[in-house]
């Protein structure tokens, strides 16, 4: 057989004919394989940042790290809010909507209707990312996960807890689902509490599983913790005792503060109606309010002591001078000024007139003293101004002040009308009388040392006035409703007249029962208001519905935190007055 010419097979015309195609297909076959070897060192040095980098984007993930809000807590360290772990349960419903056979066993244990869960799947079909459900308890969360369902994710979350319930709901307030103070203290020191989330880097694959998890980029910085200068142990027993107080006599509403008179510490705050703030699906918007320091009225009788004090400030009184209110009337133009309880033979000295609560020889008192006297006094002990405790929503008040006084301005301020103030203010203006005259800045957080006092009003006038209070409550015909068994107790009660929404009278048969005082006696350590709103049945008057509401509260204060008594003699059960006698009306 004749071999093959491979000579002819590559050349078919002997070799000779169009030898530079040859040429140019091997010249093809080097420039390729030169365009495979830079393309090869191109994606392996040149672009190698610029590759890596587009792979990361479709595998490496930032998952963020949830840092827990700081707690709060109450003087004495116990919680009054704290952030628990939970888990968010979320869905890719372009993945989801593909396995409907799926549906029901995780609508199940999501704890959501079949039907409403595949609504609104099949209305959210084009997004990428639902919530299914927030904050699951940790095993709730774990149960939805292990069915493995795809396109359903989860992310470790925080929630709010607060241990204390509606106890303190008022003042320590609430955060939203993104762990966002909304009210209260959550809502003032929002950026103390808040932490700083971290942030890891996982490997996911194109489904978004988790693969590896690489490394942290940045640790969670947990909030800083807060603690308040209420006691935990007084807000409950001020809030049982105004919740009882309400029930009793049917009022609207009702508030308490309680301060510590050296320090100028709220050791208690209670408003009712309150709300739970672990459970808020049914609340009400008026139960979230903190009347404390939101809602103002006039003081009524409780302003006499400071109108009292401008007068000795004077010089030209002492508390035995004495003043004619015969016939328990006073006519000013065409306003009449009323006394409840009228005097025998028509003469108080000025502790009869606290004693006796009355407006006629208040009034008197006020027209020698001078409309801008009681505006000094007033505005000295805080009426009128914010109390610096940086509540959202404090209200300051109104505290009028005339280019002109004429005597119905000066006598109504001076048995408290005309005035608004917050039971905060009135509280706080107690104090400083309990406190010989020097005001101290008040304080919703715990303090470590004495804050420095300012001198508002003299020394022995505050004494004097201290005296004065103390034989209302203990005195013949006095607030006997407030004493408190083993210590002496000085006050003050008050029943004011509510006005009318949208116009300048007053609501027929609606008043406020109110009572301010301290204790003990003799080197007084708390200050204590108390509010009682609309009393319905029962009785109105300021020493018969809020006096009794001071005074258990006084008393098992005093004892929880081991003040001395200052009144051995009668450590026996005091013998209240019948709810006939005019005692304490205020």
Known sequence: MKKPDWKSFIHPNNGSLHPWRFRIVIGMLALCSLAVCWRIVE??????????????????RHVPIP??????????GEPLAVSTPVLTIWANPTQLIKHPDRWPELARELGTDLATFSERLKANADKEFIYLRRRMVPADGEAVMALRVPGVYS???????YPAGEVAAHLVGFTNVDEKGQEGIELAYDHWLEGVPGKRQVLQDRRGRLIKDVQVVSNARPGNDLALSIDLRLQYLAHRQLREAL??????????????????????????????????????PDAMRNRALIDVFEPGSTVKPISMSAALATGRWSPRDQVNVYPGTLQIGRYTIRDVSRAPGGVLDLTGI???S??????????????????????????????????????????????????????????????????????????ILANNGRKVPMSLLRLNEQPAAQQVMPEQVARTIQGMLQEVVEGTGGTHRARVPGYHVGGKSGTARKTASGSRGYQQDAYRSLFAG??????????????????????????????????????NALRLLNITPDNLNELQQVELPSPERPEGRG
Do not use: C
């Open 518 to 555: 301290f204790a003990p006696g003799s080197n007084p350590r708390l200050a204590i208001a108390v509010v009682i709103d609309e009393p319905s049945k029962g009785g109105y008057y300021g020493g018969l519905v809020a006096a009794p509401v001071f005074s258990g509260l006084m008393s």
């Open 155 to 161: 992310i470790e979350e925080y929630r709010r807890f």
């Open 358 to 431: 009355s407006n006629v020889g208040m009034s008197k008192v006020a027209f020698d003293v001078g409309g801008p006297a009681l505006y000094e006094t007033m505005h000295a002990v805080g009426f009128g101004q914010y109390t610096g405790l940086g509540f959202p929503g404090e209200r300051v008040g109104n505290l009028p002040s005339f280019r002109e006084w004429r005597q119905a301005e000066t006598a109504a301020l001076s048995y408290g009308y005309g005035l608004s103030v917050t039971t905060v203010q009135l509280a706080q203006a107690y104090a």
């Open 247 to 284: 029930q009793e006599f049917e009022a609207r509403a009702g508030s308490i503060v309680m301060i510590d008179v050296r320090t100028g510490e709220v050791l208690a705050m209670a408003n009712h109606p309150s709300y739970n703030p672990n459970n808020r699906a049914n609340l009400q």
């Open 354 to 356: 606290l004693l006796k």
């Open 43 to 60: 994606l392996h040095v040149l672009d190698e940042g610029f590759l890596k980098n587009q792979g990361d984007k479709r595998s490496v």
């Open 67 to 76: 840092a827990h809000r700081g707690q709060i807590t109450d003087r004495n």
